[in-house]
């Protein structure tokens, strides 16, 4: 009896002067929402309420923490991170019970990212959404489980002593009792790291693109706390330079006689308390064989060793075949934080005229690269390639262009050239003088692929590119050739006005042309090059397929527009005069049955066995041998066949004026496409060079 009074007597009087606690065991519920009905809209409130949940981010309805009445506390992101955090009114010194049906959620969008999470302390369950990926993490290792569905509900079981992280129970299992995970899977991760905090709850759900959502339920929650008989004690924790210099102090509590063990945070670099320029980094620490003494007699210091950092410059530079192009990037970065992202411009303009466009690939799909800063004045290069482009005349960021077009970082700014983009609105891009160019257009969708952007970019009021755009990377269209006869403004419009679609970046080749004229008489000219070249959209391109002094030369329309280089070629037009082609193009027709042949360079000398189309004329001539052929013409090779020949069209095309000579017998008549026709052909026929109606 005396013994048991003098006992409680001394806990009563330690009690009191604070050196350590002791309580009798007792058992209580600190927080339940046991079934959904439970929850209500007051279980949301602001952060600085204890006992209430609060999303870490939210706006208006788009995401955060809301009431489901089918489901309980549901956390709702949208292209963002949402914490729903319970803040617990927690004794010190207990053991905390936790028991919750968590449900593992879903999302809209496919993406290997999203995910949800349950976690107290250091102890976390994860389940990635769409790819149910399901994991725990204890102490910061991570431990794969079995995959666990979406929408799935996960009975949670934690017992977790507060004064040394011990964990006695932990258990998961689903609705039909399956064991998703127990004691024996956590192995040696049974103890939370030192520091962890046991005052919150967290629910929470990511999403990693702005127009899709993940979300995750809290179906039921219970908390309880039994005190224990533990006692306790503070000990300090001093943060110092290697001159004793204390940068930082703080107090800590533990159980009288546990060995003091740093925090795995105390490790961590932090920065100074005043104006956080100057930062420090953990060096040594002297807590070995220290352990936590009761207060009544003296208090435990553990001195952390720190240093200041310092900042180490870098540079960045580009090329091309070893000769430096004007982007560079300069900056500093902590000795302790060497990776460094840096953006850079897709293209570049490169040459003595800067005139050819050299570029540098994405990295997947990021117009980002990371660099490793390894020492002070470190400097990296970035190379980039040819593109095959010679011929540039401007090269821009979009951000840089337009008149009254907003400019912005998109959210996928690491997929963009040089980090900017200007909004898909409309606008004035540039003024281009006369001549003859192909416009590239670089744009970002930046919805991830679920809608589709328009654009049409007009030279004056002629639309010469319209294209589209889905997806959250840079995408690329040109333009077919095209020609400004004055000086004129590149427009462009667009049907999805966004802050996260845009243009980000244009470029404009500037093409060499040549002048060919269009007979007035004869609507024809002959041509070849050693280029392809492409010819106006009322100009049709005549192959000629087949040549003897009866028949005469045959020709044949073509489709496409472009000529191949050394081929020659008739031209057809109803617009006469100087027509302007363009040295650029890839030809889609077939040449394989051409025997019109090419005189590009104007030193072809004739044997007499050559015939070249006569000025004025839908004839060929024979051309004397010793002649040399003009340079950028056509001709057709026929021994013997006489002085000239008449041309045969595919289909009537202004076939006039066609003279009787050898090839030609004057006592046959022929049908508006060249053709012999008898004496019971009815309709326009061709005879002794004249037309006439055969009835």
Avoid at 119 to 140: A, E, M, P, V
Avoid at 631 to 638: G, L
Wanted: glycine share 8%.
């Amino acid at each position: 009896m005396k013994k048991n009074y003098l006992k409680t007597l001394l806990l009563a009087t330690m009690f009191v002067v604070g050196a350590y606690t002791s309580l009798a065991q007792t058992t209580s519920t600190i927080y339940e929402r046991t079934d959904v009905s439970a929850w209500s809209a007051s279980d949301i409130t602001s952060a600085t309420t204890v006992g209430y949940w609060t999303p870490s981010s939210s706006s208006g309805t788009l995401w955060g923490t809301f009431i489901d009445p089918t489901n309980g506390l549901k956390s709702f992101s949208r292209g963002n991170t949402v914490n729903s955090v319970l803040t617990l009114n927690r004794a010190a010194n207990t053991m905390v019970t936790i028991d919750a049906v968590w449900n593992t959620g879903s999302s809209t969008y496919p993406s290997s990212s999203n995910s949800t999470s349950f976690k107290y302390g250091d102890f976390t369950i994860t389940n990635l959404t769409r790819y149910n990926g399901t994991s725990i993490t204890i102490n910061g290792q991570n431990i794969a489980l079995a995959n666990v569905l979406n929408n799935t509900d996960v009975n949670i079981h934690l017992v977790v002593n507060s004064v040394n992280g011990q964990i006695s129970e932990a258990t998961g299992t689903l609705t039909d009792n399956t064991v998703l995970f127990d004691m024996t899977k956590l192995g040696t991760n049974t103890t939370f790291a030192t520091g962890s905090n046991y005052e919150t709850i967290t629910l929470g759900s990511y999403c990693s693109v702005s127009k899709n959502n993940t979300s995750t339920f809290l179906k039921s929650l219970k908390v309880q706390q039994t005190t224990q008989d533990v006692a306790t004690a503070n000990y300090t924790v001093n943060f110092a330079t290697s001159d004793g210099t204390i940068v930082r102090t703080e107090t800590r509590n533990g159980p009288v006689g546990n060995a003091i063990v740093p925090y795995s945070t105390d490790k961590n670099a932090f920065f100074d308390a005043v104006d956080n320029t100057i930062k420090y980094l953990y060096v040594s620490d002297d807590s070995n064989g220290k352990t936590i003494v009761d207060n009544s007699t003296s208090t435990t210091v553990v001195t952390i060793t720190v240093r200041p950092a310092v900042k180490w410059a870098y540079t960045v530079t580009t090329s091309y075949n070893s000769v430096t192009l004007p982007y560079s990037v300069s900056g500093e970065t902590w000795e302790d934080v060497p990776s460094v992202k840096i953006s850079y411009p897709r293209f570049q303009a490169a040459g003595t005229n800067k005139n050819i466009l050299v570029e540098k690939i994405p990295n997947t799909n990021d117009l980002v690269q990371t660099i490793s800063v390894t020492s002070n004045n470190y400097t990296q290069d970035f190379a980039y390639s040819a593109t095959g482009i010679e011929d540039l005349y401007l090269l821009s960021e979009a951000e840089n262009l337009g008149t009254g077009i907003p400019t912005n970082a998109t959210s996928f700014t690491s997929r963009v050239s040089n980090g900017l983009i200007i909004y898909a609105s409309s606008g004035t891009l540039i003024n281009l003088p006369t001549g003859s160019y192909k416009f590239t257009l670089g744009m970002i969708g930046g919805d991830g692929g679920t809608h589709t952007t328009y654009y049409t970019v007009s030279a004056g009021a002629n639309s010469i590119l319209s294209t589209s755009c889905n997806g959250n990377m840079l995408a690329l269209a040109t333009s077919k050739a095209f020609t400004v006869s004055e000086p004129t403004d590149i427009t462009f419009t667009c049907s999805d006005p966004n802050s996260s679609r845009g243009i980000d970046l244009i470029y404009i080749e500037q093409l060499a042309t040549t002048t060919v004229n269009i007979n007035a008489t004869s609507n024809l000219a002959s041509f070849s090059s050693s280029q392809a070249a492409t010819v106006p959209d009322d100009v049709t391109i005549y192959i000629a397929t087949a040549a003897d002094a009866i028949n005469g030369i045959s020709l044949t329309k073509l489709a496409g527009k472009v000529i191949p280089a050394n081929t020659g070629v008739l031209l057809y037009s109803a617009t006469t005069g100087d027509q302007t082609l363009i040295y650029t193009g890839t030809s889609t027709d077939d040449f394989s049955t051409n025997i019109l042949k090419a005189t590009n360079d104007g030193t072809y000398t004739s044997t007499g066995s050559e015939y070249a189309l006569i000025k004025g004329e839908q004839n060929f001539a024979q051309v004397q041998s010793g002649i040399v052929i003009p340079s950028n013409k056509a001709y057709v090779t026929i021994p013997g066949a006489g002085a000239k020949l008449s041309i045969n069209f595919d289909q009537a095309t202004s076939i006039t004026n066609l003279n009787a000579g050898v090839g030609y017998d004057s006592a046959t008549s022929y049908n508006l496409s060249g053709q012999k026709v008898n004496a019971s052909y009815k309709g326009i026929i061709i005879k002794n060079g004249k037309k006439y109606i055969a009835r």
